[in-house]
């Protein structure tokens, strides 16, 4: 799974993100990648491994993920996309 958004203030962002680790867990994701853009250090982008695509596209879907998103400072629409290589 690959995630692209921006973010109000990465720092604030970040910290919101490492305390829904357990989630991403939970949800069978594993962090492969977690990048910021050059241009602009508050786009991040992160590469996910999912053992389970119908848990990682719940999970992704939830309103939980919308909530912890919002409250972390998200300020456009995740951009996700599944992948196989």
Known sequence: MFIRHKVQDYK???AAFDAHASRRTEAGLTEKYLLRSLDDPN???GLFEATDLDQARAFSESADLRQKMQ???VVDKPDIYFLNS
């Open 12 to 14: 604030t962002w970040k």
């Open 43 to 45: 786009e991040v982008f």
């Open 71 to 73: 409250e972390a400072g």
